[in-house]
RNA sequence: GGCGGCGUAGCCAAGCGGUAAGGCAGAGGUCUGCAAAACCUUUAUUCGGCGGUUCGAUCCCGCCCGCCGCCUCCA
């Protein structure tokens, strides 16, 4: 059970206001997924990471989540980049499609319930079409089908635009016959050389977003607890999304709409077409550490800002929410040197998981959750820098348990810690400098042997030269030095 | 032009009517052969500026300055 209930942020009413399901302890939640025509970049990363988060959050709590993220695998982009490269579609999409997944991998995204991908729900997507057309909410000309804006009442209330000011701004593509400038596509003619598909209104395509209704309603039906995505999908995306489901279905369409902050460098916000997008894999190639390692440092990094904040991705904040988590591992690998294990599996924790909860009802404040790690570190270090002698100020399952849900709910400290803080001696992988693990052994006795004949100028020698390599000792009372890599 | 967001210590970042969380960095100290790590102490009388409402405002209102986003594909 969540400690309060919880609060987020709908950006249909823009307020905070609690979140009720329709069906208690059942969470429809569809988010928008990805266009599958190129790599995904930081700004993918963080909006599923976010919904992820969300999303092990309901588990935590005790919700059935029903989550479906969708693949847009039929588009303007994917066709040029077939034809480009003189391949079909599909040898574009399976391509991106691995990658996507591969990232979502990187990234420790638990796997949506469903995954649905355009082109296997045309049937669903022209099902609803000749709905919105039988309803007189849709229309044909010059081969296209278009959803007839002005016959929806409430568009417009999503994104807070008077109808007037959009259609000042709208445009109309040469060859389209749109009734209204507003008015978007549901179908595509076919045109020349393009992939098509066969439907009532004649040979042709689906328009962007009518896949997301199409889908949504198939697998949750016709009214969703929670829709998400990127604050750019916002306008038109959803818009379009909420006018034509609710004109097919006649229902609210969606009760909770969460959009998410961009990534931006610079202070400008990462996108494709500024080109100043970084990718996923790329990032993670180019890390110095592990992947289980980047995974977190990346989620650590992004989950230490509100998710309807901007993010500035710059290597000072990248460099201190490494150094934070380094932090919060050591306090855990204290902990299992004290007591030869990470003590009190499945304890309950009164002390500091309230307050952990607490924060993530709070519209999803992940910083106040991650400072809540840092006040349960900062109780018990001071204990057992003293050797733990006495009585500990905080029973040490209560910080077992607590960062134990913090593994289950953002994917934290999830790699063993000697691993994190040591890991050379585990694994004898070589560092980033390419010493080995035997190399790093071999130095490291051949200092101790320095220091027993009190040969300093020799040891601190050699200690430099591990630095040098990404290796730092810390040396201990009456043990083997401490290896931490850095 | 229309709509919206942001501006909190050197940096990152919560709080959003009751008197400034947390992280990183910095300073001093304990420990150490010296370090490192850890620990202790310390670092914003103040929240872009000016007015207003209030017993009381970083939080509400108005104006101004600066930055950013959406309005076209975009997480």
Not at 306 to 320: G, I
Not at 402 to 408: I, K, S
Not at 431 to 453: C, F, M, P, Q, W
């Amino acid at each position: 059970m969540a400690s309060s209930a919880l609060r987020l942020y709908n950006s249909l009413t823009r307020q905070v206001e609690p979140f009720v399901p329709q069906t208690p302890g059942e969470v429809r939640m569809y988010v928008c997924g990805v266009t599958v025509y190129d790599d995904c970049h930081l700004g993918h990363a963080r909006s599923q990471m976010v919904f992820d988060t969300l999303h092990r959050y309901f588990r935590e709590t005790g919700d059935r989540v029903r989550y479906v993220r969708n693949i847009t695998d039929i588009d303007d982009k994917i066709i040029r980049k077939a034809r480009e490269a003189g391949v079909p579609i599909g040898t574009i999409t399976a391509r991106y499609i691995d990658s996507f997944h591969r990232d979502m991998e990187r990234l420790g995204i638990l796997s949506p319930m469903a995954e649905p991908r355009a082109t296997e729900f045309l049937g669903g997507m022209i099902a609803l079409i000749e709905r919105l057309l039988a309803r007189g909410a849709a229309y044909q000309a010059g081969g296209d089908v278009y959803f007839r804006v002005r016959k929806f009442a409430g568009y417009g209330e999503l994104s807070h635009q008077i109808l007037e000011d959009l259609r000042s701004g709208a445009r109309v593509e040469p060859g389209e016959a749109k009734e209204d400038p507003l008015d978007f596509v549901l179908w595509k003619g076919a045109k020349e050389g393009e992939p098509s598909y066969p439907s009532p209104f004649g040979a042709g395509r689906p328009g962007w977003h009518i896949e997301c209704s199409a889908m949504s309603l198939h697998y949750l039906g016709p009214t969703l607890d929670l829709h998400g995505g990127g604050m750019d999908l916002l306008f038109p995306h959803h818009e379009n999304e909420r006018a034509q489901s609710e004109a097919a279905t006649g229902v609210t369409f969606v009760r909770t709409w969460m959009h998410n902050g961009f990534v931006t460098t610079r202070e400008t916000k990462m996108s494709k077409s500024l080109g100043n997008t970084r990718q996923i894999r790329s990032f993670f190639e180019e890390s110095p550490y592990p992947e289980e390692v980047t995974r977190e440092w990346l989620r650590y990094f992004f989950l230490s800002t509100h998710y309807r904040s901007p993010v500035d991705f710059t290597d000072q904040a990248l460099s201190a929410a490494k150094l934070a988590l380094d932090g919060l591992y050591q306090c855990r690998s204290l902990l299992e040197e004290q007591f030869g294990a990470f003590p009190g599996e499945g304890e309950a924790d009164r002390e500091f998981a309230p307050a952990f909860l607490e924060a993530f009802s709070a519209d999803l404040d992940t910083p106040v959750a991650l400072s809540v790690l840092h006040a349960a570190k900062s109780r018990i270090n001071p204990w057992l820098a003293g050797g733990g002698a006495g009585t500990p100020p905080v029973d040490p399952r209560a910080i077992r348990s607590l960062f134990d849900l913090a593994g289950r709910t953002m994917g934290l400290l999830q790699v063993p810690s000697s691993r994190w803080v040591g890991g050379l001696r585990e694994s004898g992988a070589p560092t980033g400098a390419g010493l080995s693990g035997e190399e790093i052994a071999r130095l490291v006795d051949l200092r101790e042997s320095a220091r027993k004949n009190r040969d300093f100028r020799e040891a601190d020698a050699i200690r430099d030269r591990l630095k040098e390599s990404g290796v730092v000792l810390e040396d201990q009372p009456g043990g083997p030095p401490r290896i931490r890599r850095i």
